[in-house]
Protein backbone atom coordinates (compact mmCIF):
# COMPACT_ATOMS: atom_id res chain seq x y z
CA UNK A 1 0.00 0.00 0.00
CA UNK A 2 2.96 2.38 1.10
CA UNK A 3 4.16 1.59 -2.49
CA UNK A 4 1.16 2.78 -4.53
CA UNK A 5 0.63 5.86 -3.01
CA UNK A 6 4.49 6.47 -2.86
CA UNK A 7 4.20 6.12 -6.67
CA UNK A 8 0.85 7.53 -6.94
CA UNK A 9 1.97 11.02 -5.26
CA UNK A 10 5.51 10.85 -7.31
CA UNK A 11 3.43 10.33 -10.38
CA UNK A 12 1.16 13.49 -9.61
CA UNK A 13 3.82 15.89 -8.91
CA UNK A 14 5.65 14.40 -12.45
CA UNK A 15 2.25 15.24 -14.09
CA UNK A 16 1.64 18.90 -12.91
CA UNK A 17 5.77 19.99 -13.45
CA UNK A 18 5.62 18.79 -16.96
CA UNK A 19 2.71 20.74 -17.68
CA UNK A 20 3.89 23.87 -15.68
CA UNK A 21 7.22 23.23 -17.18
CA UNK A 22 5.43 22.82 -20.38
CA UNK A 23 3.21 26.03 -20.09
CA UNK A 24 6.34 27.94 -19.57
CA UNK A 25 8.95 26.69 -22.57
CA UNK A 26 6.14 25.09 -24.92
CA UNK A 27 5.60 21.95 -25.43
CA UNK A 28 7.96 20.66 -28.01
CA UNK A 29 10.83 22.04 -25.78
CA UNK A 30 9.75 20.00 -22.77
CA UNK A 31 9.33 17.33 -24.93
CA UNK A 32 12.98 17.48 -26.11
CA UNK A 33 14.43 18.03 -22.44
CA UNK A 34 12.58 15.37 -21.57
CA UNK A 35 14.10 12.72 -24.27
CA UNK A 36 17.79 14.14 -23.69
CA UNK A 37 17.82 14.11 -20.66
CA UNK A 38 16.74 10.30 -20.75
CA UNK A 39 19.57 9.77 -23.44
CA UNK A 40 22.00 12.21 -20.94
CA UNK A 41 20.95 9.83 -18.58
CA UNK A 42 21.54 6.26 -20.35
CA UNK A 43 25.17 7.81 -21.41
CA UNK A 44 25.98 8.38 -18.07
CA UNK A 45 24.67 5.31 -16.27
CA UNK A 46 26.91 3.33 -18.75
CA UNK A 47 29.78 5.11 -17.73
CA UNK A 48 29.24 4.90 -14.00
CA UNK A 49 28.22 1.71 -14.70
CA UNK A 50 31.42 0.21 -16.35
CA UNK A 51 33.65 2.13 -13.42
CA UNK A 52 31.29 0.39 -10.45
CA UNK A 53 31.88 -2.93 -12.49
CA UNK A 54 35.76 -2.22 -12.54
CA UNK A 55 35.80 -1.91 -8.69
CA UNK A 56 33.98 -4.82 -8.18
CA UNK A 57 36.30 -6.50 -10.45
CA UNK A 58 39.42 -5.05 -9.01
CA UNK A 59 37.95 -5.27 -5.68
CA UNK A 60 39.07 -1.58 -4.42
CA UNK A 61 36.07 -1.60 -2.01
CA UNK A 62 33.82 -4.35 -0.41
CA UNK A 63 31.99 -6.37 -2.93
CA UNK A 64 28.71 -5.40 -1.10
CA UNK A 65 29.28 -1.61 -1.26
CA UNK A 66 30.05 -1.94 -5.21
CA UNK A 67 26.98 -4.29 -5.38
CA UNK A 68 24.64 -1.60 -3.34
CA UNK A 69 26.15 0.91 -5.92
CA UNK A 70 25.53 -1.22 -8.89
CA UNK A 71 21.21 -1.10 -7.15
CA UNK A 72 21.64 2.21 -6.87
CA UNK A 73 23.05 3.07 -10.17
CA UNK A 74 20.51 0.13 -11.85
CA UNK A 75 17.13 2.62 -9.96
CA UNK A 76 18.62 5.70 -11.21
CA UNK A 77 18.94 4.69 -14.95
CA UNK A 78 14.69 3.36 -14.31
CA UNK A 79 14.49 6.90 -12.98
CA UNK A 80 16.18 8.68 -15.70
CA UNK A 81 13.95 6.76 -18.45
CA UNK A 82 11.44 7.32 -16.75
CA UNK A 83 10.01 10.70 -18.00
CA UNK A 84 9.48 13.31 -15.51
CA UNK A 85 11.51 16.11 -14.15
CA UNK A 86 11.06 14.92 -10.79
CA UNK A 87 12.38 10.98 -11.09
CA UNK A 88 15.33 12.60 -13.24
CA UNK A 89 16.47 14.79 -10.38
CA UNK A 90 17.37 12.00 -7.98
CA UNK A 91 18.07 9.78 -11.14
CA UNK A 92 20.47 12.40 -12.08
CA UNK A 93 21.91 12.59 -8.17
CA UNK A 94 22.42 8.63 -8.00
CA UNK A 95 24.76 8.73 -10.85
CA UNK A 96 27.23 11.41 -8.55
CA UNK A 97 29.86 8.95 -6.90
CA UNK A 98 29.98 11.03 -3.47
CA UNK A 99 26.02 10.96 -3.44
CA UNK A 100 25.43 7.63 -4.42
CA UNK A 101 27.85 6.60 -1.57
CA UNK A 102 25.27 8.23 0.53
CA UNK A 103 22.71 6.19 -0.98
CA UNK A 104 24.44 3.23 -0.26
CA UNK A 105 25.11 4.41 3.61
CA UNK A 106 21.48 4.61 3.48
CA UNK A 107 20.43 1.57 2.23
CA UNK A 108 22.88 -0.29 4.77
CA UNK A 109 21.76 1.51 7.79
CA UNK A 110 18.02 0.65 7.06
CA UNK A 111 18.84 -3.06 5.94
CA UNK A 112 20.20 -2.84 9.69
CA UNK A 113 16.88 -1.53 11.02
CA UNK A 114 14.75 -4.16 8.81
CA UNK A 115 16.84 -7.23 9.78
CA UNK A 116 16.15 -6.23 13.78
CA UNK A 117 12.76 -6.89 12.97
CA UNK A 118 10.26 -9.45 13.93
CA UNK A 119 12.13 -12.59 11.87
CA UNK A 120 12.37 -15.49 14.14
CA UNK A 121 13.19 -19.04 13.01
CA UNK A 122 12.91 -21.51 15.83
CA UNK A 123 16.04 -24.03 16.62
CA UNK A 124 16.76 -26.35 19.22
CA UNK A 125 16.89 -23.98 21.99
CA UNK A 126 16.94 -20.37 20.80
CA UNK A 127 15.45 -18.03 18.15
CA UNK A 128 17.06 -17.69 15.13
CA UNK A 129 17.11 -13.66 16.41
CA UNK A 130 18.32 -14.54 19.52
CA UNK A 131 21.21 -16.63 18.14
CA UNK A 132 21.82 -13.31 15.70
CA UNK A 133 21.98 -11.41 19.07
CA UNK A 134 24.57 -13.44 20.75
CA UNK A 135 26.75 -13.79 17.31
CA UNK A 136 26.56 -9.69 17.68
CA UNK A 137 27.72 -9.95 20.93
CA UNK A 138 30.99 -12.90 20.19
CA UNK A 139 32.29 -12.60 17.08
CA UNK A 140 32.97 -16.27 17.11
CA UNK A 141 30.03 -18.10 17.97
CA UNK A 142 28.99 -20.69 15.09
CA UNK A 143 24.94 -21.75 14.45
CA UNK A 144 25.41 -24.89 12.60
CA UNK A 145 22.10 -26.89 11.35
CA UNK A 146 21.44 -30.34 10.13
CA UNK A 147 19.13 -30.45 6.93
CA UNK A 148 17.13 -33.91 5.79
CA UNK A 149 14.97 -33.70 2.59
CA UNK A 150 12.06 -35.73 3.46
CA UNK A 151 9.93 -36.67 -0.30
CA UNK A 152 6.11 -37.79 0.11
Request: charged content about 15%.
Amino acid sequence: MKLFLLMAIVTAIEVVLIAKVGAAIGFWMTLFIIIFTAFLGSRLLGQQWRFVMGKMQSLQSNPSDALLEALVLLISGVLLITPGFLTDIVGFLGLVPAVREKFVALMRQNSAKMMQGGFHMYTSNQTFSQASQNSRQHDSDIIEGEFERKDD
